[in-house]
């Protein structure tokens, strides 16, 4: 397996970086459905897209890789609502699937079942690495063939997870809703975003370990496609003379 790895070492960087390869790959599709991630690691991209401001980027369509459930209506830590404040909103990007993390978890889980075969896979699927190995919420021990689902959140997650948490934000929840590994799989083209030397030794179990449940990133292995933006400190564990590109 061949990747390309873009390695930077500051966050602006990384942003700018992680923008450019996302904008050469939009440009192969005519406003391609795009898998986008949460969490820390793609603020400075997303930050990097805000500032070229809407309408500079080629056109695509927004779908949600996982959510939280039993949360509120607005909470602010909800990841529908970190995306649209982060990109969807200031790029006017329209969404084509998204999860309703206040809804009646099993209600949402049908409606989002019942729109997977009226849209087609989205050609770009944009993801982080959990320190676990798990990518959107499929937590290790997740098939490869694992479908959109309601998933419990193992405690490694909620503990990482927890750390912007603040008291007014409430309860934190111990289920989520996620895309499959099958939706990840279907994805022509992937963008891996790494930062911090946390998460340098998952990435190299990911990239030069078995392709195992036990690491859902590992699945990187069989993709074709697969672009990593990492810092240096992401990059650290990786062993001497691996095959980058
Ligand atoms: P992080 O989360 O970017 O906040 O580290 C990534 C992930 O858990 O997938």
Redesign the pocket.
């Given at each position: 397996m061949k990747y390309t790895v873009i390695e930077v070492h500051n966050d602006r960087a990384f942003g700018k970086k992680a923008a450019q390869a996302f904008i050469q790959a939009l440009r192969q599709y005519h406003e391609p459905d795009v898998i986008l991630?949460t969490?820390?690691?793609?603020l400075p991209f997303y930050a990097a897209l805000r500032e070229m401001g809407p309408g500079k980027i080629p056109a695509f369509r927004y779908r949600q890789l996982d959510e939280y459930l039993d949360l509120w209506m607005g909470h602010p830590k909800l990841f529908l609502n970190e995306m649209k404040t982060n990109l969807l909103d200031p790029l006017e990007i329209p969404i084509r699937s998204s999860f309703n993390g206040a809804a009646d978890p099993y209600e949402e889980l049908m409606q989002a079942k019942k729109l997977l075969p009226e849209i087609r896979p989205a050609k770009i699927a944009v993801?982080?690495?959990?320190e676990n190995g798990?990518?959107?919420f499929n937590e290790p021990g997740s098939s490869m063939f694992s479908d959109i689902r309601i998933v419990d959140l193992t405690e490694s997650?909620i503990m990482?997870?927890k750390k912007g948490w603040a008291p007014e934000d409430g309860l934190f929840p111990n289920r989520a809703i996620t895309l499959g590994m099958m939706q990840l799989r279907e994805a022509e083209q992937t963008i891996l975003l790494v930062r911090g030397e946390s998460?340098a030794q998952i990435l190299a179990k990911a990239l030069t370990g078995p392709v195992t449940p036990d690491v859902p990133a590992s699945y990187l292995q069989m993709q074709e496609n697969v672009t990593i933006v990492a810092d240096r400190l992401a990059l650290s564990k990786m062993p001497a003379g691996f095959n980058f590109s």
């Amino acid at each position: 397996m061949k990747y390309t790895v873009i390695e930077v070492h500051n966050d602006r960087a990384f942003g700018k970086k992680a923008a450019q390869a996302f904008i050469q790959a939009l440009r192969q599709y005519h406003e391609p459905d795009v898998i986008l991630p949460t969490g820390n690691t793609p603020l400075p991209f997303y930050a990097a897209l805000r500032e070229m401001g809407p309408g500079k980027i080629p056109a695509f369509r927004y779908r949600q890789l996982d959510e939280y459930l039993d949360l509120w209506m607005g909470h602010p830590k909800l990841f529908l609502n970190e995306m649209k404040t982060n990109l969807l909103d200031p790029l006017e990007i329209p969404i084509r699937s998204s999860f309703n993390g206040a809804a009646d978890p099993y209600e949402e889980l049908m409606q989002a079942k019942k729109l997977l075969p009226e849209i087609r896979p989205a050609k770009i699927a944009v993801i982080g690495i959990g320190e676990n190995g798990h990518v959107g919420f499929n937590e290790p021990g997740s098939s490869m063939f694992s479908d959109i689902r309601i998933v419990d959140l193992t405690e490694s997650t909620i503990m990482a997870n927890k750390k912007g948490w603040a008291p007014e934000d409430g309860l934190f929840p111990n289920r989520a809703i996620t895309l499959g590994m099958m939706q990840l799989r279907e994805a022509e083209q992937t963008i891996l975003l790494v930062r911090g030397e946390s998460k340098a030794q998952i990435l190299a179990k990911a990239l030069t370990g078995p392709v195992t449940p036990d690491v859902p990133a590992s699945y990187l292995q069989m993709q074709e496609n697969v672009t990593i933006v990492a810092d240096r400190l992401a990059l650290s564990k990786m062993p001497a003379g691996f095959n980058f590109s």
